[in-house]
C-alpha cells in the first residue's frame, strides 16, 4: 500500500481562498448580535424586527467564530458548519435547562454570548491575512452582464410576490397546486434557473447562491405566503410542543412520543422568546426557505469535495433544491436534524478532499484489506489540534442530533461506518461513537417511549415489504388524477436516482465511487430497522438525495463545462423543467395539506376560550388544533373504534367539533367520500340538538355542545 494523495493537488483545491474581509465582518456582526439579543430579551424591549435579530443571533452565536477557528481558510466549510453549531449549542444548552429544571431563555442567551465573545478575539486573529488583489481594468461586459442578471432577478421576485396575491388555492384539487399555479409563478421560477444557468457558465458565487436561495424560497413557501398559513399542519403541533415547555420549562411526559427527542422543540421554545413571541407560529412561514438556504453550503462542500469543480458543485446544489419534493423542511426536528446530518457529512467529505489518502495495490483480496486498514492523513497544513478540535466538533453535532431526531441518527451511523469501511475518512470510530450516543439516550432519555412501544420496535425489525409498501404502493390510491401525481412523485425520485447513477458511473477519477456509494446506500438500513411506516420511505430518499444530486450533475458535466450558448440554453431548459417539475410533485397534496390563514384563526380562538379539559374533535386529525394548551385541552384520537367516523363522534359527545375544508377535500380525494360530507355531518349534528354552529368561514365550521362545558380535570 503506497501513499499518495487522493487528488493531484490537495494543497490547491478549488476553495474560495478569502482574502478576510468577510470573515471579520461576519465576526462583527455576530458581536454586535450577541452583545443587542441579550439586552432586548432581558429588558423585554418591544424592538421592531426583533424576531430577525433572535433568528440570526440563532444561526450565528457562537457558531460564527467557532468555525472561523476551524475552518476559515475554506469560507464555504465555515459558512456550511457555523449556523449548524450555533442551533446545536441551543439544543443542547437548552435541554440541559430542562432536565436541570433550570429553565431561562435569558440566561440561555447570555451564556451563549458570553461563548461567541470567548471565541470572537481568537477567531479575529485566525482570520485570513491574503493581501488584496491588485485592481483591475473594468470589464464592460462583465458589468453589463451583472445589470441584467440583477435585473432579472429582481423582476422574477416582483413576479412571484404577484402570483402568490392572485393565487386562488381554493383551485387545486386532485392534481394539486399545478391546477392552481397563475402564469407568474411559472414566469418567475424560470426566470431565476435561466440566470442560474448563465452564471454557471459566466456569473460568480454570488450570483449562484441568491438563485439557489430565490429557488427554495419560491417552490418551499409559495402556497404558505399565500394562504397565510403554514403547510403540513404538524408544524403547529410542534408549536404547541415548543409552547408547553416555553410555559413550564419541563419536558411533559406521557404526552407524546415525540417528546422522547426534545432538542428542537426546547431550542424552538428558547427562539420563541428572544423573539418576544407568544409562540413560535409566526416563524412557520418563512421557515422552510430560511433552513433550506442553510442546507446550500453543506451540500455545495460535499459537491466541491466530489467533483473539484465549483460549477458542478453549483449544479449539485441547484439539483438538490429541484429534487426536494417531500417537505420535510416543515417546522420539526428532522428539518434541524438534516442540517446536522449534512454538515457531518460535509466536514468529512471537506477533510478527506484535502488529505493525503493512501493508495492501494496488490490483487483483490489485497487491495480490500488494505482498504478497509486504511486511514487518510491531516489535512494538508491542518496542526493535530486543529484536527481534534474538529473531532469534538463533531461530537457536539452528532450529540444534539441524537437527542433531537430518532431516525436521522441511524442513517448517519450506518452513513460513517461504511466510510470507514472504505478508508476515506479519519474519523473511522466516531460512527461507534455516534453509536453509543444513540444508545445512551434511547435508554436512558427516551424511556417515555420505549416503555410503551418497545413491542412496536420488536415487531417492525425487519418489516421491509410493509414499509415499501405503506410508503409506495398505499399512497398511490383514490382519484384517478391524484394517483397519477402520486406516480409522478415516485418517478421523479426514480429520475433522480437513475441520474445519480449515471454520474456514479462517470465519477470514477473524481472521489471514492465507494465513498459516495455508501452515502447513497446507508438510509436504506431504515427501511430494515425502523418501525416508522411508509414515511420513512421519502426519509430514505431524503437522506440520499444530497450525493444523488451531486453525481447528477457531473452526468450533465459536458453542459456545465461547456462555455458554448447550446450548452447554457440546455441547462436553462433542463433547469427550468425540474423547477416547474418539483412546484408539480411537491404540491400533489396542496387541496388538502394547506393550512388557510382562517383556518388558523379559528383554531387559536377555539383554543384560546376553551375550559381547562374541554375536548376539541375534528373530524379526522388536525394540527392547528394543537397549537398550544398542549396538557390542557384535549384533541382524542377518533380513527380507532367500531362504527363510522360520524358514530364515534356522537359517542364521544365532544366539547367542540372542528370541521375543516382542507380535511374535507382529502376525504373526497383519496377515499371517496362525497364532496359535501363535512357540510353534512355539521347539519346532522345541528339536528341531533346537541350541537351549534358558534363559527363559520369560508374554510372552517365550529360547532360547540349545546350544554356548555366546564373546566373539568384533565382525562
Known amino acids: 500500500m503506497t501513499t499518495q494523495t487522493l487528488h493531484p493537488t490537495p494543497t490547491t483545491i478549488v476553495d474560495e481562498t478569502p482574502d478576510g474581509r468577510v470573515e471579520r465582518g461576519a465576526l462583527v456582526a455576530t458581536a454586535a448580535l450577541a452583545l443587542i439579543v441579550p439586552i432586548l430579551v432581558w429588558w423585554r424591549i418591544p424592538l421592531p424586527g426583533r424576531e430577525v435579530l433572535a433568528v440570526l443571533f440563532a444561526l450565528t452565536s457562537p457558531g460564527v467564530p467557532v468555525a472561523i477557528l476551524l475552518f476559515g481558510r475554506s469560507r464555504p466549510m465555515w459558512v456550511a458548519a457555523a449556523p449548524a453549531l450555533s442551533v446545536a449549542a441551543i439544543v443542547l444548552l437548552t435541554l440541559t435547562q430542562t432536565l436541570t429544571v433550570t429553565w431561562s431563555p435569558s440566561v440561555a442567551a447570555s451564556l451563549l454570548a458570553v461563548a461567541t465573545a470567548a471565541t470572537t478575539v481568537p477567531a479575529w486573529g485566525a482570520c485570513p491575512t491574503r493581501p488584496r488583489p491588485s485592481r483591475t481594468p473594468v470589464d464592460r461586459a462583465a458589468v453589463v452582464f451583472a445589470l441584467l442578471r440583477c435585473s432579472a432577478l429582481a423582476g422574477a421576485t416582483v413576479m412571484w410576490i404577484w402570483a402568490v396575491r392572485v393565487v386562488d388555492l381554493d383551485a387545486a384539487g386532485a392534481l394539486g397546486l399545478i391546477q392552481a399555479l397563475p402564469w407568474q409563478y411559472v414566469v418567475a421560477v424560470l426566470v431565476v434557473l435561466a440566470v442560474a444557468a448563465g452564471a454557471l457558465h459566466r456569473g460568480g458565487t454570488a450570483t449562484l447562491a441568491v438563485c439557489a436561495v430565490l429557488t427554495i424560497t419560491m417552490t418551499t413557501t409559495f402556497v404558505s405566503f399565500a394562504d397565510g398559513g403554514a403547510v403540513v399542519g404538524t408544524g403547529y403541533v410542534h408549536v404547541g410542543f415548543a409552547d408547553a415547555i416555553a410555559r413550564s420549562g419541563v419536558l411533559l411526559t406521557a404526552t407524546d412520543a415525540r417528546f422522547s427527542w426534545p432538542g428542537f422543540f426546547t431550542a424552538a421554545a428558547a427562539l420563541t422568546g428572544w423573539a418576544g413571541l407568544d409562540d413560535a407560529a409566526p416563524l412557520l412561514l418563512a421557515y422552510p426557505a430560511v433552513l433550506g438556504s442553510l442546507y446550500i453550503a453543506p451540500v455545495y462542500v460535499i459537491g466541491l469535495a466530489v467533483t473539484r469543480d465549483r460549477r458542478l458543485a453549483w449544479t449539485g446544489v441547484l439539483l438538490f433544491a429541484c429534487g426536494n419534493w417531500v417537505q420535510q423542511d416543515y417546522f420539526s426536528p428532522q428539518s434541524v436534524a438534516l442540517l446536522f446530518f449534512l454538515v457531518v457529512l460535509a466536514v468529512l467529505f471537506w477533510q478527506t478532499s484535502h488529505a493525503p489518502v493512501p493508495r492501494v495495490t496488490g490483487g483483490p483480496l489485497a487491495r480490500m484489506w488494505a482498504t478497509v486498514r486504511r486511514t487518510p492523513g491531516r489535512p494538508v497544513g491542518m496542526s493535530a489540534g486543529r484536527v481534534v478540535a474538529i473531532e469534538v466538533t463533531l461530537l457536539v453535532l452528532t450529540t444534539a442530533l441524537v437527542v433531537t431526531h430518532q431516525l436521522t441518527p441511524v442513517a448517519l451511523i450506518v452513513a460513517l461506518a461504511l466510510l470507514a469501511l472504505t478508508g476515506t475518512i479519519r474519523s473511522r470510530t466516531l460512527w461507534f461513537a455516534v453509536g453509543v450516543l444513540f444508545a445512551a439516550w434511547f435508554a436512558f432519555g427516551a424511556t417515555d417511549w420505549w416503555t410503551g412501544h418497545l413491542s412496536v420496535l420488536i415487531n417492525g425489525f425487519g418489516q421491509v415489504e410493509q414499509a415499501v409498501s405503506s410508503g409506495v404502493t398505499e399512497r398511490v390510491r383514490g382519484d384517478g388524477s391524484y394517483q397519477a401525481m402520486q406516480r409522478l ?19 470514477r477519477r473524481l472521489f471514492p465511487m465507494s465513498a459516495t456509494a455508501a452515502v447513497v446506500a446507508a438510509p ?39 462555455r458554448r450558448w447550446w450548452a447554457t440554453a440546455g441547462l436553462a431548459v433542463g433547469l427550468g423543467l425540474a423547477g416547474l417539475g418539483l412546484t408539480a410533485v411537491r404540491g400533489a397534496n396542496t387541496a388538502f395539506e394547506r393550512n388557510p390563514a382562517d383556518v388558523v384563526a379559528t383554531a387559536s380562538r377555539v383554543l384560546d376560550s376553551a375550559p381547562t379539559g374541554s375536548t376539541i374533535w375534528p373530524l379526522f386529525t388536525d394540527g392547528t388544533l394543537r397549537a398550544t394548551r398542549v396538557g390542557e385541552v384535549w384533541p382524542v384520537d377518533i380513527t380507532a373504534g367500531e362504527g363510522t367516523a360520524f358514530q364515534r363522534l356522537l359517542r364521544a359527545e365532544p366539547d367542540y367539533v372542528v ?20 357540510d353534512t355531518v355539521a347539519r346532522q349534528l345541528v339536528t341531533t340538538g346537541r350541537y351549534r354552529v358558534i363559527e363559520r368561514s369560508d374554510h372552517v365550521t365550529v360547532l360547540a355542545r349545546t350544554d356548555p362545558p366546564t373546566e373539568r380535570r384533565p382525562r
Open 489 to 507: 412523485r415516485i418517478g421523479w425520485s426514480a429520475l433522480f436516482t437513475l441520474a445519480g447513477f449515471v454520474g456514479w458511473l462517470a465519477s
Open 659 to 678: 370541521l375543516t375544508q382542507p380535511r374535507q377535500r382529502y376525504e373526497h380525494i383519496v377515499n371517496g367520500a362525497l364532496p359535501t360530507w363535512f
Open 524 to 562: 436504506g438500513v431504515l427501511v430494515v430497522a425502523q418501525p416508522y411506516g411508509g414515511e420513512v420511505v421519502l426519509r430514505v430518499f431524503l437522506y440520499a438525495l444530497p450525493l444523488l444530486a451531486v453525481l447528477a450533475a457531473v452526468a450533465l458535466g459536458v453542459l456545465v463545462r461547456s
